[in-house]
Each structure stands twice: as structure tokens, then as C-alpha cells.
């Protein structure tokens, strides 16, 4: 199985912030990732996909990059409704897998 | 705008099947996608179930492969998930979903259900 792991798992941050998360793949998987955002008691929110490519109607404050076993999720101005937990998945095998998640909460 | 909505049982006894149904609207399941189902367990990560083709090819996590299986109803526009032999460790938020850009084999999902709250308890 390959194993994402996110770092980090929880991280405060103020509005206005530049924040970014990490996922690493522990074999590689191309660009097959995606990111999503999840807030409490809600369905996943697609982000980002194929490592780089926003979502139509994502905020352009979101990126991803990445390539092979390292990725990253970056948003350049953290904005209020950007609090939430964030979840990175690979999709290059035949199971499929996610990260364990990154909390950003409100400084 | 694609919609699906997840229906079945919240309670589910140990040792018995788990039985979920998603209704997809403004999008046929009879097209070129994946349906998935995803799970949350109650203040946990998420953990993909499986996927299936239009053509009925199903991709399962192999933690499940033996008590999981997957269904397409085109005549409904829905597909399903049947989960045998359930314990409390089956206790989760169940997700179904769209695909979205996919390797191979499997997906990121664009379109999600507001997920059902499925407890295994006697």
C-alpha cells in the first residue's frame, strides 16, 4: 500500500497568513494527487487535482505542486472560511489512499 | 450540476450487511465516470472503499475485498454498496462520489454526497 503522510497534522495560523502543507508519498506516484478541503460535518471539497490543477471554482489564493513522492498545498493568503481540515490522496494504484489531515485553525 | 444523495439504514447490527444506495441527478451513472464510496469514522481520517465503471468494473480496497461489493442500477441512475459481516469498527460518516481525473485504475472525486452516518451497534 502506499502511505501519505501529512505534515503538519495541525497548524494555527492568522488570516492573512501564507500556509502551506505537505504530503509525502512513501513510493512514488507520479502526479496522481489530489487535495481537499473538509469543514466539520460537511462532504470533502475537491481542490486541487493531478497534483497542480485547481479545481473549477476553487479560489486561485489555492496551489499544489509536486511531482513523484513529494507535494505540497500552499495558500497565499489565508482567508476566514480557509479554516478547515485538508486532506491530500494518491490515486496511482489500485487502492487508492489518503493523508491523515492538517487542521488549520485561527491563531 | 451533479448531485447525489446517499440513503439506507443508520443502524446496522454486528455481523450483519450494510446496505447504501446513492441517487445521482444531472449526470448519468450509464456514462464515461467512476462512482466511489468513501468512509469517515467518527473524528477520523478518510478511507476509500471502492470505485465502479459504467461497465460494472469494480475496484475495491483489498482491507475489504472480501465483505464489499458494488452495484450500478442504470435504470435508477444509482449504484450501491453492500458491506457484509459488519462490526463497530464499520461505524463511519459514508461518502458516495464522482470521479474525477483518474490514473488507471483509480480517482479524485469532484462530486460528493453529503454523506450518511451508518452505526453498527445491537
Known amino acids: 500500500d502506499i502511505q501519505l503522510t501529512q505534515s503538519p497534522s495541525f497548524l494555527s495560523a492568522s488570516v492573512g497568513d501564507r500556509v502551506t502543507i505537505t504530503c509525502r508519498a512513501s513510493q512514488g506516484i507520479s502526479s496522481y494527487l489530489a487535495w481537499y478541503q473538509q469543514k466539520p460535518g460537511k462532504a470533502p471539497k475537491l481542490l486541487i487535482y493531478?497534483?497542480?490543477t485547481l479545481q473549477s471554482g476553487v479560489p486561485s489564493r489555492f496551489s499544489g505542486s509536486g511531482y513523484g513522492t513529494e507535494f505540497t498545498l500552499t495558500i497565499s493568503s489565508l482567508q476566514p472560511e480557509d479554516f478547515a481540515t485538508y486532506y491530500c490522496?494518491?490515486?496511482?494504484?489500485?487502492?487508492?489512499?489518503f493523508g491523515g489531515g492538517t487542521k488549520v485553525e485561527i491563531k | 450540476q451533479v448531485q447525489l444523495q446517499e440513503s439506507g439504514p443508520g443502524l446496522v447490527k454486528p455481523s450483519e450487511t450494510l446496505s447504501l444506495t446513492c441517487a445521482v441527478s444531472?449526470?448519468?451513472?450509464?456514462?464515461?465516470?467512476?462512482w466511489g464510496w468513501i468512509r469517515q469514522p467518527p473524528g477520523k481520517g478518510l478511507e476509500w472503499l471502492g470505485s465502479?465503471?459504467?461497465?460494472?468494473?469494480?475496484y475495491y480496497n483489498p482491507s475489504l475485498k472480501s465483505r464489499v461489493t458494488m452495484s450500478l442500477d442504470t435504470s435508477k441512475n444509482q449504484f450501491s454498496l453492500k458491506l457484509s459481516s459488519v462490526t463497530a469498527a464499520d461505524t463511519a460518516v459514508y461518502y458516495c462520489a464522482r470521479s474525477g481525473y483518474c490514473s488507471s485504475t483509480t480517482c479524485s472525486f469532484d462530486y460528493w454526497g453529503q454523506g450518511t452516518l451508518v452505526t453498527v451497534s445491537s
Open positions: 465502479i465503471y459504467h461497465s460494472g468494473t469494480t
Open positions: 493531478a497534483a497542480s
Open positions: 490522496q494518491q490515486f496511482n494504484s489500485y487502492l487508492s489512499t
Open positions: 444531472g449526470y448519468s451513472v450509464n456514462s464515461n465516470y467512476y
